[in-house]
């Protein structure tokens, strides 16, 4: 592993000196070189579908796994957008001169190694590594087992363009040891890795959170809510509801709790029980809920549940601020929204909020890097120090002063 890590922190100093230009030929290549190898790709991933029905993985696992012709375009399209983004590295976010003459300016740099640690979905492996690569930052990428031929096969893609423009592989790379021990060592090798992202499971968030020496920016659990206001549109608030919670259940930024408003909970729940049964949706209800719709019961535990499947908690609070209040307790700090016309009840939704994406009357499922126009992410951040959010190629960058001078001394 040290050995390893010593030749992607050493291969850094070559991206330091491609120009904008030279990154964005060769990621256009790179998404050229995904849709050359379709059928490589395909062919490994079947292999990781295989395996999954064999362990039984849980079916929105396995949607996150699944590659087909669609999600490798996407994946293409993705590279090429970040390859059409405006250069991250060298730019000036500040500039002053002092007193005494000193011509100082703030510049964008990259961060250096980054360990990205993910789960489950393929489509992260070739996202992590382009972003990376805009940003000049070398990435050491471990993926979750159940994808391991999947990943493989996108690394080498990816590897193989570098090597046609005489770089070194190390620049994009899949850590030799994907083992947990494997794991237990990256994070604490500060000396050679700059950053580590975690994104997946809850556990896997804690465990590197809690053993990291490298520093850490988390991509923790997506316990997103939607309230429902009293002043809402019924109509607009079900669509709302039904994208945020079924469109695509096993990813972090669905809705796992819905908050309805007092004031509407006998209007709006039968309607928006009648949507949710259309779509087949596992509905659990707090004591007032299950007194106006036929539901199971909710408990606290399901409250701090994130279900990553098509199951839905529902809870009818008193207004905005009962909405709050429950955020505040449950929430995980990713994504939350109001479906309301009232614009100082949003307002103060939206204030009193703390998460990274906070929304009016939109789903929470457009927390994403390329819905958002970052053309990917290397994760959602929870943290509230460096990057939070979508994390695109902005918080894969820090900066350093550049002082100019004619012979100052202090």
């Known amino acids: 592993m040290e050995s390893f890590l010593a030749k992607a922190k050493a291969s850094s100093r070559i991206l330091s000196i491609l120009s904008g230009a030279q990154k964005n030929h060769i990621l256009r290549e790179m998404a050229e ?3 050359a190898n379709r059928s490589l790709l395909l062919e490994a ?32 399209v993705a590279i090429e957008e970040i390859a059409a983004l ?9 500039g002053w001169v002092t007193e005494n003459g000193l011509k100082i300016e703030k510049v964008s740099i990259p961060i250096g190694v980054i360990g990205i640690i993910y789960e489950s979905r393929p489509n992260v492996t070739s996202d992590t590594a382009a972003l990376s690569f805009k940003s000049a930052n070398v990435c050491v990428l471990k993926g979750g087992k159940e994808a391991q031929h999947s990943n493989e096969a996108i690394a080498k893609v990816l590897q193989s363009v570098l090597k046609q423009n ?74 709302i509801a039904l994208n945020a919670k079924v469109q695509r259940p096993g990813v972090c930024n669905a809705m796992e709790t819905l908050l309805v408003d007092r004031a509407i909970a006998a209007e709006a729940l039968p309607v928006l ?22 539901v199971a019961h909710a408990s606290e535990k399901d409250f701090d549940t994130e279900y990553l499947a098509n199951i ?13 209040e429950h955020i505040v307790r449950f929430g995980s700090g990713h994504s939350e929204a109001i479906i309301t016309e009232n614009i100082t009840t ?44 979508p994390m695109g190629i902005e918080g894969l ?8 001078g004619s012979g100052q001394i202090r």
């Open 273 to 294: 029980k009648k949507a949710f049964d259309e779509a087949h949706t596992q509905l659990k209800g707090c004591d007032q809920t299950q007194k106006i719709i036929d």
């Open 166 to 239: 005489d770089l070194p592989e190390a620049l994009i790379s899949l850590i030799p040891d994907a083992s947990r021990e494997g794991v237990a060592k990256l994070i604490k090798m500060d000396k050679y890795v700059d950053l580590i992202v975690p994104r997946g499971g809850e556990g896997l968030i804690r465990y590197v959170s809690e053993n990291a020496t490298v520093p850490v920016v988390k991509h923790d659990k997506g316990q997103c809510h939607t309230y429902i206001d009293k002043d809402a549109k019924l109509d607009e608030a079900v669509a």
């Open 33 to 35: 070189a995904l849709r």
């Open 346 to 389: 949003a307002e103060t939704f939206l204030n009193a909020v703390d998460a990274a994406a906070v929304y009016v009357n939109a789903s929470t499922r457009f927390t994403d890097g390329g819905a958002f126009g970052f053309g990917a992410e290397v994760g959602i951040s929870t943290n509230k120090l460096h990057a939070r959010g």
């Open 86 to 94: 405006k250069e991250p590295i060298g730019r000036v976010l500040e």
């Open 312 to 324: 839905l908690n529902i809870r009818v609070v008193e207004g905005v601020e009962g909405a709050i």
């Open 45 to 76: 991933n079947a292999k990781d579908m295989q395996e999954a029905e064999v362990n039984q993985l849980a079916p929105s696992l396995k949607d996150r796994l699944l590659l087909d012709e669609k999600r490798i375009e996407a994946m293409a």
């Open 397 to 404: 960058t820090t900066y350093k002063y550049k002082i100019y």
